[in-house]
């Protein structure tokens, strides 16, 4: 079991869809991240939010919108996927990057399928 | 940009046998690195944490060394068991950013 839980764990949905990912963390992180990883590759950074405030955005396209909530919640909404956004989306949580002897959490990931 | 590499891509080793994966970054700017183990469809599972600041860190049959200056670290696995079997990945941390390996996928066979 992940300190980090992800929300649902498997997704398939149509290119015109709309729907949401979602992470929660019970750990005090104020440091919240989304990474892609498609099949064979290493992980690749999206979103950062620090202290619930967008920090990092790696020019990802606008039908991924990031939202945080709240210090323990992370949403992910999704509109108008194309077939390569087919990938497991992973969440993760850490102390905000001063505190250099904090690991970052991973949740198991949300699986999601592109039709 | 940092560039992180992971050689090899692949091992495959027998039961017993203690083993090195080998992790280079381009920019020794940083201020961690992590090695990280992820199973098949699953997350990625925290294994060790080194700081700019230390030069190894131990876990058990584990234990990782980092030498900032020339970017290099390693992951040293003992007496390897199959259970031991996943892709290991190690990332470096600058701030909020965190870049990662390829990763090296092992095997250990019984």
């Known amino acids: 079991d992940t300190e980090v839980t992800q929300t649902p764990k498997h997704l398939v949905m149509g290119m015109t869809n709309k729907k949401s990912l979602k992470c929660e963390q019970h750990m005090g992180h104020r440091a919240m991240y989304w990474y892609k990883q498609k099949a064979k590759k290493p992980p690749e950074l999206m979103f950062v939010y620090s202290y619930e405030k967008l920090s990092i955005n790696e020019s990802v396209p606008s039908r991924f919108s990031p939202e945080c909530p709240n210090s323990s919640l992370l949403n992910l909404h999704l509109h108008a996927l194309q077939p390569e956004d087919s990938a497991l989306y992973l969440c993760?949580?850490?102390?905000?990057?001063?505190?250099?002897?904090?690991?970052?959490?991973f949740g198991d990931g949300t699986r999601l399928s592109i039709l | 940009k940092q560039e992180v590499t992971q050689i090899p891509a692949a091992l495959s080793v027998p039961e017993g046998e203690n083993l090195v994966l080998n992790c280079s970054f381009t920019d020794s700017a940083i201020y961690n690195l992590q090695w990280f183990r992820q199973d098949p469809g699953k997350g990625l599972t925290s294994l060790l944490l080194?700081?700019?600041?230390?030069r190894e860190q131990t876990s058990g049959r584990l234990n990782a060394s980092l030498d900032k200056s020339s970017g290099r670290s390693t992951l040293y696995i003992a007496a390897s068991q199959p259970g031991d079997s996943a892709t290991y990945l190690c990332a470096v941390s600058e701030a909020d950013d965190m870049r990662f390996g390829a990763g090296t996928r092992l095997t250990v066979k019984p």
């Open positions: 993760a949580s850490s102390r905000p990057g001063q505190d250099s002897n904090q690991p970052q959490h």
């Open positions: 080194i700081q700019s600041s230390q």
